[in-house]
């Protein structure tokens, strides 16, 4: 069965059937799916047969995967498990837990793992456990919103750097809801706040919860070597509601 592509929004987003990313594909068909995310950024399997394997398996195809830190419940592994359920017992999280509050930072606009000094080309979310209603995740383009914006505002952009860093983005939420450890793991990083695309040449603000305040212009970083990039996704905001 050939691939079908459907795009969801005028701007981004696209829906992919008549492919499982939980059973192995040929370089042709991935090479769509790779051409359709860079196209849309957002794209959107129904009907997969996921378990963590194959989820794993299917990501490596994008390129080396993180490993999550010492905030998250899932520390040392590829996933990042959002969840209000026990991952020992299973039961309901109560809503004063720590785990709970840290948890509420994901209802803020982010791009995923902006505060590491190589962010996310992508996340491959998927959902195990759904609620009867609520808990929907929401997208917001990024680079439809840098094609909106004034050109004196776009000059303004170009060349500023902004420091990202999950301590101010989860202090917002809590200020006691990070250990020193966990501080001491992920200390933040400095981002240029317009990223291009490698591929299509579209430029996007690279911008969010995690993003403090703008800190010099990247000429001079550049100068002293210490602006650092990875890999220019096409930029998405995101909130895990």
């Not at 929401?138 to 750097?161: C, H, N, Q, T, W």
Request: hydrophobic fraction near 40%; proline fraction near 6%.
């Amino acid at each position: 069965m050939a691939i079908t592509i459907r795009q969801l929004h005028p701007l981004f987003c696209a829906e992919i059937g008549g492919v499982d990313t939980g059973r192995p594909m040929d370089i042709t068909t991935f090479a769509e799916i790779r051409a359709a995310f860079e196209e849309y950024s957002v794209l959107v399997f129904h009907e997969q047969s996921l378990d963590d394997e194959r989820q794993i398996a299917f990501s490596q195809r994008f390129g080396p995967l993180e490993v999550s830190g010492k905030a998250n419940p899932a520390t040392g592994t590829h996933f990042a498990r959002q969840s209000n359920l026990d991952i020992g017992t299973g039961a309901v999280i109560p809503p004063e837990d720590r785990r709970m509050i840290y948890q509420k930072g994901n209802y803020l606009w982010h791009s995923d793992s902006s505060f590491r000094a190589v962010p996310s080309l992508c996340s491959l979310l998927s959902a195990r456990v759904v609620p009867p209603e609520g808990g929907n995740t929401e997208f917001a383009s990024m680079r439809a919103a840098y094609d909106e914006l004034p050109d004196d505002v776009e000059r303004k952009l170009e060349g500023l750097i902004a420091e990202h860093s999950l301590i101010y983005s989860r202090g917002t939420v809590s200020e006691g809801v990070l250990t020193p450890e966990m501080k001491a793991e992920l200390p933040g990083a400095w981002q240029s706040m317009v990223r291009v695309n490698p591929v299509n040449g579209r430029k996007a603000v690279y911008a969010g919860a995690h993003a403090s305040h703008v800190i010099a212009l990247a000429e001079t970083m550049l100068q002293r070597g210490i602006v650092t990039s990875g890999p220019a996704s096409p930029a998405v905001l995101h909130d895990a509601g």
